[in-house]
């Protein structure tokens, strides 16, 4: 199932910072599982690098657990839904991918990435789409750290549309196309 795909369009950065995104994972926006049946496959649409906002991830989070997000206390704020963890070792080295028109990475939706602010006059673009297995299955994020995150998009979702969703599911289920296969719990 192609679960969430999007064209990215970073804008240059007019001194407010808000072209960076906080380091985050993912499956904090996911309410469905497992999480080693989820991927993203990221790919650049020009040349990348730290000038214009490239991805920075943190190698080997990916086998580690779903950390608690929020927004990030960041001088002059962050965008809407641009929530960033809270704890991690910010003595971890990251990496800062350098990538070619062309070029795709893979990662694993427990992955701690992020990017940096687009200092060039131009827009970063790039596209990105999250796969999952149609076998996958929704959770109830009641109780969970991202109650919160669907209290937010649910209220995000009903200004946006005359929809009345229910849930961060419905949300999920309405947008969810099937690539190939039978769709079954997805």
């Not at 790039?126 to 076998?135: D, E, L, P």
């Not at 669907?150 to 849930?167: F, G, H, P």
């Amino acid at each position: 199932m192609a679960m969430h795909t999007m064209v990215i369009n970073k804008p240059p950065d007019a001194g407010r910072k808000t072209s960076r995104h906080p380091l985050h994972q993912d499956l904090h926006y996911f309410p469905f599982r497992p999480s080693d049946y989820i991927v993203c496959a990221w790919t650049a649409m020009e040349h990348m690098d730290r000038n214009n906002g490239c991805l920075a991830v943190l190698p080997g989070t990916h086998k580690g657990t779903l950390k608690p997000h929020d927004y990030p206390q960041w001088e002059k704020g962050v965008n809407i839904l641009f929530h960033g963890i809270q704890d991690y070792d910010k003595n971890s080295e990251l990496k800062h991918l350098v990538m070619e028109k062309g070029d795709t990475v893979f990662f694993h939706p427990l992955l701690i990435h992020g990017s940096g602010s687009n200092q060039t006059k131009g827009f970063r673009k790039a596209i990105s789409c999250h796969f999952a297995a149609a076998s996958c299955h929704y959770i109830d994020v009641k109780g969970t750290t991202q109650e919160k995150l669907e209290k937010e998009v649910l209220k995000v979702a009903s200004r946006n549309n005359e929809m009345d969703l229910l849930n961060l599911k419905d949300i999920w289920q309405f947008q969810a196309r099937l690539v190939k296969g039978e769709r079954i719990n997805l």
